[in-house]
């Protein structure tokens, strides 16, 4: 795929989806949609917040975009890492592999979204969850096979990356664990309704994030430098 520059599908893998999900759902609050600040106050999950009204198009229109970069920007992580030589092919495959799987599970849930039906409910169901769950996983497993590495890649000059990078896939998992605990937590239903779609805007923002976090490693290096 010579000509791709990775980098910059990185970037586009994290923004698009923030751009997507943020500017439908302002749309249907311009439209008429009750609403609040979904990242605390949690009034409605993002599907509630962009599955109908004038924004659910502009929300689908930048899924493929948005699902393409990311699987450029996993394409690229691959070929990063085979460039440096971190970790074994397996592991390496297992990085982009269940990147892939979250990108074309974010295609689903946006293809499906606002669409009726028990079959589409569990498509955008298990859309989302495995979007969600490829994603975070490729994060952490890629994190894990730079983090040794952060002082030695070409002489270090990756360490202050690869520091970023931890925090952003940090803040994902914490996210992801309060919100695994929040039931054991919390009694009142509706406040654990709030808090688990805060949650749920705040672990999706965090998630696109870090593709932002990945993007200077989409490139080629060596471990000298």
């Known amino acids: 795929m010579a000509g791709v520059h990775f980098g910059r599908a990185a970037w586009a893998a994290g923004l698009l989806p923030i751009i997507a999900v943020n500017a439908a759902y302002l749309i249907n609050l311009g439209a008429g949609m009750d609403g609040c600040f979904p990242y605390l106050e949690g009034c409605q999950s993002v599907s509630q917040g962009v599955r109908s009204g004038p924004g659910l198009w502009l929300f689908k229109s930048l899924a493929l975009p948005g699902a393409v970069a990311m699987t450029l920007a996993w394409l690229g992580i691959g070929r990063w890492l085979d460039t440096v030589g971190l970790g074994s092919p397996v592991r390496r495959r297992l990085v982009v592999g269940l990147g892939w799987v979250g990108a074309a599970f974010f ?3 946006a293809t499906w979204l606002g669409t009726e039906g028990d079959v589409y409910r569990w498509l955008r169901r298990y859309g ?3 979007y969600f769950a490829g994603t975070g996983l490729a994060q952490l497993f890629l994190l ?6 952060r002082q030695t890649l070409r002489g270090g000059v990756f360490q202050p990356v690869i520091v970023r990078l931890a925090a952003l896939v940090t803040l994902v998992w914490g996210l992801g664990v309060a919100s695994a605990f929040k039931r054991k937590l919390i009694d009142d239903p509706g406040f654990l309704d709030r808090v688990e779609n805060a949650l ?5 923002l965090a998630l696109s994030l870090t593709f932002l976090g990945l993007a200077p490693l989409c490139g080629r290096s060596n471990r000298s430098g």
């Open 107 to 109: 295609l689903v849930y």
């Open 128 to 130: 989302v969850v495995f």
């Open 144 to 149: 894990s096979l730079v983090w040794s590495e």
């Open 200 to 204: 749920e805007w705040d672990f999706a």
